[in-house]
């Protein structure tokens, strides 16, 4: 290795600071909380879950979801399928509609991995 | 009213049960935790979320932000720039380098409302 490389070396480590790399968590882990974290993050689906959070055992008819987000049933359900494909909540039919229920161990688990 | 009409009145109670309605959150809370949520539904952030969080100081230099996530600076750049915005880092200059530092409080934020 010749004077001049070896300086230029010595210099790019002098500018970049020494690193105290800590690891990032793994890339699969990351990839799967994302896809629950992607599934909350929006304004509609955040409203629906504090409904079916504070609704008695935590469930709800479709038909009443509508109402209080000012939103349509076809919008509703979009929004409902959405957090049923991250499994948030679950779907059950019972006469002539769907009700939802929260999966509140998918809520822990997005907690904990926040902590 | 008819008796026809009252009739069809009560069906229609009876399809859609009675709501036992609770409230969704506010509006405009959650389009704040939803803007929060996006900018962390990503793998690459998540990672590099990770890594601030245990660092010496919860901070580091952009520069020992590529190899731990195997990414471009301009890719590391944008992300942490998306961090930036929503307010879960902060950015300094220090000499040659841009170093981001966590801001808890903003997790902390998140973490109390998924409670």
Not at 18 to 47: C, F, G, W, Y
Not at 98 to 108: H, I, M, Q, Y
Request: net charge negative.
């Amino acid at each position: 290795m010749t004077g001049v490389t070896k300086e230029l070396l010595l210099e790019d480590i002098s500018v970049c600071p020494p690193a105290n790399h800590t690891e990032p968590i793994d890339r699969a882990v990351a990839e799967s909380m994302a896809m629950i974290l992607k599934a909350v993050a929006d304004p509609a689906r955040l409203q629906l879950l504090s409904i079916l959070k504070y609704a008695p055992n935590q469930e709800a008819c479709v038909c009443d979801l509508t109402a209080p987000l000012g939103l349509s049933q076809p919008t509703v359900s979009h929004h409902l399928k959405v957090l049923a494909d991250a499994g948030l909540v679950s779907r059950e039919r019972r006469g002539s509609w769907a009700w939802f229920s929260l999966v509140p161990v998918r809520l822990d688990e997005l907690r904990s991995f926040l902590e």
